[in-house]
């Protein structure tokens, strides 16, 4: 990108070794200056780290076997990489955050939840108010932040392609969405609603039912941005293309550029 722009993304991949040939060519085509992943699915020694440093790209990333994983790819090389906040140490692997000259950047896969009620949906509220009392203190520590990922919640009904449908389920429950409301309360703002959108748009889409080609969606990839990056931001979008692709994952890479002045 510019030199006075800063230019970030990110995208859930559902397994970087699969989908490895569609990030690169993604990244040949929008040579973003960051790239968040998650879902990666590879311990760290199988992670591709000389093809994507062959394309241009510094990486940073933490790992495990079959289940989640997380990593920032970046054109300048990542500074006070953090793999584990002192709050959250936890063999799931679900968080990355690094420095990029004064930009601060957290990269969350949040817990899915599975369903409203189940043992897992309220690992995931907890784990959430842990996130949130970290991202207290990260918010204070850093002037320009920015906290990126799959968030697993829909913010609000416009983000979901059948609210009624979706009343008070996993992704759109109260609960969920208080979490990220919570968050938000901290500072930081949803740069895609900073700017008017088509209605519709979504980032997620369920492989079944022909879920995206009916455009069966939610939003649920977000780039939150500090109230200093925020006010710098110029665009903020989803890209639907890879989406259409041959063995696509099943989310599509949503980007927001910035002003750096």
């Known amino acids: 990108m510019a030199d006075n722009t800063f230019s970030i993304a990110s995208w859930n991949v559902n397994s970087l070794k699969v989908r490895l040939p569609q990030v690169l060519d993604w990244l040949a085509a ?29 990486v940073v990333f933490s790992g495990q076997p079959t289940y989640n994983g997380v990593a ?19 063999v799931q692997r679900r968080i990355i955050a690094a420095s990029y000259g004064d930009i601060r950047v957290i990269n969350l896969y949040v817990v899915n939840g599975k369903a409203v009620g189940d043992e897992k949906y309220s ?5 959430l108010q842990r996130v949130h009392a970290w991202l207290a203190e990260e918010v204070q520590r850093h002037h320009k932040l920015l906290v990126i990922g799959d968030f697993n919640i829909a913010p609000d009904d416009e983000d979901v392609h059948d609210p009624q449908a979706w009343h008070e389920q996993i992704l759109c429950s109260t609960p969920e969405r208080e979490q990220l409301q919570a968050m938000l ?18 980032s997620w889409w369920d492989y079944r039912q ?9 939003r649920i990839d977000l780039i939150l941005a500090s109230v200093a990056l925020a006010d710098k931001c110029i665009s903020s979008s989803i890209d639907k293309e890879p989406r259409r ?17």
């Open 30 to 58: 929008n040579p973003v200056d960051v790239l968040g992943l998650q879902e990666t699915k590879l311990t760290d020694d199988k992670f591709p780290q000389v093809d994507l440093q062959q394309a241009g790209y510094h």
């Open 72 to 90: 920032l790819l970046s054109r300048e090389p990542a500074t006070d990489v953090l793999l584990e906040p002192p709050n959250l140490s936890d």
């Open 123 to 127: 690992y995931k509220l907890d784990w």
């Open 185 to 202: 309360d901290l500072g930081l703002r949803d740069t895609f609603r900073l700017f008017q959108q088509q209605p519709q748009l979504y």
């Open 210 to 218: 022909a879920g995206f080609r009916r455009n069966l969606g939610l």
């Open 245 to 261: 692709l041959e063995r696509p994952s099943d989310h599509a890479p949503v980007m927001a550029v910035f002003e750096r002045a």
